[in-house]
DNA sequence: GATCCGTGGTA
DNA sequence: TTACCAAGGAT
């Protein structure tokens, strides 16, 4: 249950309000974190990886069916790295960027012929594994094996942007895993869930656009809060335009060969993509990335 | 560091 | 409707 307002003590006189934090989080999300298959105490670390990789720029609420989906198919590593990764690129679905799809098969296979079939435990270990980087290596390391690694996200950013550094945009550098590793507490399985704490903050109330900070646990810790939730200094990019780009184009025809069980006659990316100039670049790309090949008589195909 | 890489929900 | 946004990674 969240600790009633006023009943936690504040930090002493001059003792960082970061320190304190984690005090706060954790109770907080003892009570109010959503119930998600992937926390599951018992659950498996390759399903942990699985979900990481799923959850990186997609909704939870997609990817709550295809992880079910996915390990209901391959438990293991083993046995997803026994199939063909165009059967992961197709299973994958429309969780977008599909090369996730075939970086968790190249991972699985790693894990197979380096580690024996068993997903690797440190953090560099799994840093090496295509597909894994910064934020999933540390996700995986604190959430499957409970180790005091700092997490950054895109959340965990926003969060310390906003309640230690009161900004509303704050720079992506390297001082943020020390920044962050400060707000840890000592002990390892704590430390892990002040990490997925900080995270659901940032997920469920600190959010992006419409923060909420009356129900936020940190309100009176808040550095952004407390000073008057400035905007950002600098404004963000404009986005890229969507329609007629190459990202469009790709997943219009990766989408013709995951709906279709075999190979497709070329007439029928025609249809998907009419401009022959960027139909080609796309399927070019596309080839060269490994999602799809072409057969000698011209046809497309998942790889096999 | 800037850019590319999908997809769909939302205000 | 447009633009932003959602647990990043590779180049």
């Known amino acids: 249950m969240p600790t009633a307002p006023g009943a936690t003590a504040r930090p002493a006189a001059g003792r960082p309000a970061r320190a304190h934090l984690a005090d706060l989080l954790v109770p907080w999300f003892d009570a109010a974190a959503r119930d998600l298959p992937w926390r599951a105490p018992d659950v498996d670390p390759w399903a942990v990886l699985v979900s990481e990789v799923m959850l990186q720029q997609t909704p939870v609420a997609r990817v709550l069916p295809a992880y079910a989906a996915w390990l209901d198919r391959w438990p293991t590593p083993g046995a997803l790295a026994a199939d063909s990764p165009g059967e992961a690129v197709r299973l994958w679905g429309n969780l977008g960027y599909p090369r996730r799809a075939l970086r968790l098969h190249a991972s699985a296979v790693a894990v197979v ?14 840093l090496a594994l295509p597909g894994v ?44 895993l020390a920044l962050v590793e400060s707000l840890l507490p000592e002990e390892p399985a704590r430390a892990a869930r002040a990490s997925i704490a900080l995270m659901e903050l940032g997920a469920l109330i600190c959010t992006a656009r419409a923060p909420r900070c009356p129900d936020c646990p940190v309100q009176r810790e808040c550095a952004w809060l407390a000073a008057g939730r400035p905007a950002p200094s600098t404004p963000a990019r404009r986005s890229q335009t969507w ?6 184009a790709r997943g219009r025809l990766l989408q013709v060969l995951r709906d279709d069980a075999g190979p497709v006659e070329p007439e029928r990316l025609d249809r998907a993509w009419e401009e022959p100039v960027q139909r080609q670049r796309a399927l070019a790309g596309l080839v060269h990335d490994g999602l799809l090949v072409r057969g000698a008589d011209g046809r497309y195909a998942l790889p096999g």
């Open 133 to 176: 980087g910064d934020y999933t290596a540390r996700a995986v390391a604190a959430f499957a094996y409970g180790q005091r690694v700092p997490v950054v996200d895109t959340n965990v950013r926003r969060v310390v942007a906003r309640a230690v550094e009161g900004q509303a945009g704050a720079p992506v550098t390297r001082r943020d």
């Open 113 to 126: 012929e380096r580690h024996a079939g068993s997903l690797p435990t440190t953090v560099q270990e799994l």
């Open 243 to 248: 329609t007629g780009t190459d990202r469009q």
